[in-house]
C-alpha cells in the first residue's frame, strides 16, 4: 500500500533547469535512503544522487555540480533540482526510497516511483 508518485518531467532546451518530486504515502512507518535513478532507451538504470536520513548525499560523477538532492522529512518527499541540463540527461527517472511498512513487520525494502521523463532536446 506504500505508494511513490512523482512529478516535474517535461522538455526543456539544453542549459535549462528542471525540478523534479517524489511523494511517498500509505501505511509508512519510516523512510531510509532516498534516491533518484534514470534510465535512457537501451542503457542500463543508473543512480543519480542519494541522500540518507540525516541528509548526507552522493551523486554521480555526470551530475555532480549541476544537480542536487533535497528531502523533506515531515512531509515524507524527496526532489531533485536539475541546473545545465543537457541532452545527455534525457532518461526516464525515479523516484527511490528505503521504508518500513507500518502493517508488514520486518526490514527497509525499496519502493519505486512509476517514472517520469525528461527529455531534453534543442
Known amino acids: 500500500q506504500v505508494q511513490l508518485v512523482e512529478s516535474g518531467g517535461g522538455l526543456v532546451q539544453p542549459g535549462g533547469s528542471l525540478r523534479l518530486s517524489c511523494a511517498a504515502s500509505?501505511?509508512?512507518?519510516?523512510?531510509?535512503?532516498m534516491a533518484w535513478y534514470r534510465q535512457a532507451p537501451g542503457k542500463q538504470r543508473e543512480l543519480v544522487a542519494r541522500?540518507?536520513?540525516?541528509?548526507?548525499?552522493t551523486y554521480a560523477d555526470s551530475v555532480k555540480g549541476r544537480f542536487t538532492i533535497s528531502r523533506d522529512n515531515a512531509k515524507n518527499t524527496v526532489s531533485l533540482q536539475m541546473n545545465g541540463l543537457m541532452p545527455e540527461d534525457t532518461a526516464l527517472y525515479y523516484c527511490?526510497?528505503?521504508?518500513?511498512?507500518?502493517?508488514?513487520?520486518?526490514?527497509?525494502?525499496?519502493?519505486w516511483g512509476q517514472g517520469t521523463q525528461v527529455t531534453v532536446s534543442s
Open positions: 500509505g501505511s509508512i512507518f519510516s523512510i531510509g535512503a
Open positions: 527511490n526510497a528505503d521504508i518500513q511498512s507500518r502493517n508488514w513487520a520486518g526490514p527497509y525494502l525499496g519502493y
Open positions: 541522500i540518507s536520513p540525516r541528509g548526507s548525499t
